[in-house]
């Protein structure tokens, strides 16, 4: 059976003007990386056709470790929509060299369901997350230069500098530092840390901002401490924001790549799901549903996180609003939920594929509660068994919603036609905006009880003494009406990664509330969230290599 760097690299890609001219977009138009990726002009975006777009949301139910396979599945559904008549696009996030080198590969889709080149767009790509990276390390640089001035010092009080560096890596050794070491010249020593950079506030920044002036007014809003008498500073109190967007002036730009069939494939940003809102920019969406009668989107992790974020957080604050969700169900993530050790997943048991489903069954709910009708994708692997599928398939019946078997890493768009005719069914029929969840103008506990309570299903919410802090911080900094991004594990409905399937009856505690004012929300934790992952013990690095001709191997 062939890689999926393989079944990529044996594909004759078409020259990148060719795939804009499916979406109506001149070459001059084009500013070009090379034959196979174009970044795309601002001016491309119309607002009425976005207003008039059809949006579908692709997530999925809680995850495996090795996750679900939403952005295969989008890419494939995307090709599905192709085939079966509709003009389609898919608008991605970029990947990290995190997951990239550490323990879940590429996210590029996988099998007949990829976007292209996929060694390019998993490795450096056109280098926007090394202008995010940038940005960000400059306002850090300019935090400690200003603490270590003598003549135009704002006074910061270096104990309360919330703002680390950021590197596109998993290095746990960097979460804690003390820097400034060394004697006078070098600094003042504090302690601090780095985290990934998908992680930062300024890639969450660039995926919510409209244009360059909204950028640039959002990094002017990033909140970094106070001074010594208890003043707040933000960024451009540091005459920081100028500087840093002109570093983003390019990577604000979607990019425009092909799907393995020759689709348009739009990929922008990279902001995780557990940590930060898990989508792709609102520059791409509106320049997708510009350009498309149909856009298909994915969001990280499970739809209690990823789905719930775009929904409460990009959707409202864009004003966009999905025709439908598609909700991706493994068999093995269902008997994980089922209570079968990872080791075993693929062994044949119907009993755990019945009982996972009341995992799936709650994200059902969930998505219904929006007021979207969602659709379920199996997603098929060679050791699902019949009896396995048809479970899925029953219970679903039985929630009122169809399930729909899917191979689109084996046959790509083929294998998603199906799944894109139901999928243009519920599109067709819906009549209503998407309802939020809850109101930005409630309190900030009210929010943060109303996803708790109704997406995750938990009893009650209680605050740490620490997080108390944090709530009469934001209400001294009149940050209330901000809306709510938690920071959870993906493991889980809970806080807690040990309760699988869908449980009940627990409390979510949240330990800490960060303040991401640029990018426009509140970051209530829980658990122990970390923003600098480690790798594994065998990295998916090792098995990465290059040969003289520079082909490129390993990559999955």
Known sequence: MASDIQIAQSIELKHIKYIASKLNIGEDELEMYGKYKAKLPLSLIDEEKVKKGNLILVSALSPTPAGEGKTTMSIGLTQGLNRIGKQTTVVLREPSLGPVFGIKGGAAGGGWSQVLPMEDINLHFTGDFSAVEKAHNLLAALIDNNIQSKTRSLNIDPRTVLWKRVMDMNDRSLRKIVIGLGGTGNGIPRETGFDITAASEIMAILCLSNDRADLKRRLGNIFIGFTMDRKPIYARDLNAPGAMTALLKDAIMPNLVQTIEGNPAIIHGGPFANIAQGTNSVIATRMGLSLSDYVVTEAGFGADLGAEKFLDIKCVSAGLSPKAVVLVATIRALKYHGGVDLKELNDE???????????????????????????????????????????????????????????????????????????????????????????????????????????????????????????????KLGLEKLPVCIAKTQKSLSDNPKLIGRPTGFTITVREIEIAAGAGFLVPITGNMMRMPGLPATPSSERIDIDDAGEISGLF
């Open 349 to 475: 048991n119907a009993a755990a594929v019945k009982k996972g489903m009341a995992n799936l069954g709650k994200h059902i709910e969930n998505i219904q509660k929006f007021g979207i009708q969602p659709v379920i994708a199996v997603n098929k692997f060679t050791t699902d068994s019949a009896a396995e599928i048809q479970t899925v398939i029953d219970g679903c019946e039985a929630l009122g919603v169809a399930a729909i078997p899917t191979n689109v890493w084996g046959e790509g768009g083929k294998g998603a036609e199906s799944l894109a005719k139901k999928v243009v069914e519920v599109v067709e029929s819906a009549t209503e905006k998407f309802t939020p969840m809850y109101d930005w103008n409630d309190s900030v506990e009210a929010k943060i009880e109303a996803v708790a309570i109704k997406i995750y299903g938990a009893k009650n919410v209680e605050y740490s003494s620490i997080a108390r802090r944090d709530l009469r911080r934001i209400a």
